[in-house]
């Protein structure tokens, strides 16, 4: 990618509370969320959860062009360890529309099955080994159709913590998104991660965690609803990710792809004032001055 570093920030509908788990909270509508999006001068973005934007790809595409945004590609939950169950439909769905509107990138969520992230079964091996396969047969086909595919570490799915991207690494060969967030709240370290495994970073979601909410939730003593309805997710920079130490592995590992903000939102009414666009201001600043940072040293 021969974009600048500060080009290569994108933004997320998440950030605005628009998410994909039923009974999430208020869902802001696309104008709004697309509209502050530019304004911020962000320049791509993530697609967002079925519904937020059209389902046919060239309406989609449209869309985002009217607001002068880049589509970067988009999250889809899918359930890998099932053999029951074929996953590639839903995935050559999202490739499609990548595909109409330029996007590079396909972010897999090992889903449970369940609606939501709150609690998740224990694989056993032969599970282990159809997530595993299914991962590298998604990841074969988007290549194949001209995309990346990656898989999203993520707080209740069934990869999660160090030890699933470990098994992941070492079972696979798809490329990872690294989520600063999922991974810290989970108990893992992504910089080390990233450090010890530069080749398999294929996109970059930067969240902060706030570090007690996180040990409440993996202690068992809060859903991991509940603690992004009370503040799970802070501003990059104030929270226990080294969102810069995070910043510097990556560049100077030569990763060249997105670094999407992504602060998961809950919004249990119309926002006051600004509403979300404050915290995403505040996030895009602090990534901008790290990138600067980064390329001076």
């Not at 309406?59 to 590639?88: K, N």
């Not at 996007?103 to 939501?116: E, H, I, K, N």
């Amino acid at each position: 990618m021969s974009l600048s570093p500060a080009s290569r920030i994108a933004g997320a509908p998440i950030s605005w509370g628009v998410c994909e788990v039923p009974g999430w909270g208020l869902q802001l509508p696309a104008d709004r969320v697309l509209s502050e999006m530019r304004e911020l001068g962000l320049g791509a973005t993530e697609f967002g959860p079925d519904g937020f934007l059209p389902d046919e790809p060239q309406a989609r595409a449209a869309v985002l062009g009217g607001f002068g945004l880049q589509a970067v590609g988009g999250f889809v939950p899918v359930l890998l360890h099932d053999a029951g169950h074929d996953p590639l439909p839903e995935v050559d769905a999202l490739i499609d529309a990548c595909l109409a509107a330029g996007a590079s990138t396909v972010v897999l969520a090992a889903t449970t099955g369940q609606d939501g992230y709150d609690a998740r079964p224990v694989l056993d091996d032969v599970q282990w080994k159809t997530l595993l396969a299914n991962l590298d047969r998604l990841a074969d086909h988007a290549e194949a159709r001209g995309v990346v595919a990656v898989v999203h570490p993520h707080m209740g799915t069934m990869v999660e913590d160090a030890d699933d991207v470990q098994r992941v690494l070492d079972g696979s060969h798809i490329g990872l998104c690294v989520d600063t967030g999922h991974l810290v709240a989970a108990g893992a370290d992504p910089v080390a991660i990233t450090l010890a495994h530069t080749a398999r970073v294929g996109h970059v979601h930067l969240k902060d965690v706030d570090a007690a909410q996180a040990a409440r939730v993996l202690a068992g003593e809060i859903t991991f609803s509940d603690a992004v309805r009370e503040g799970l997710w802070t501003v990059l920079g104030e929270g226990s990710v080294d969102v810069l130490a995070m910043i510097e592995a990556l560049e100077g590992a030569g990763y060249r792809g997105w670094y999407v903000l992504e602060q998961d939102l809950m919004l249990s009414g119309e926002p006051e004032g600004e509403g979300p666009v404050a915290d995403v201001r505040r996030c895009l600043a602090y990534v901008e001055a790290a990138l600067e940072r980064t390329a001076r040293a």
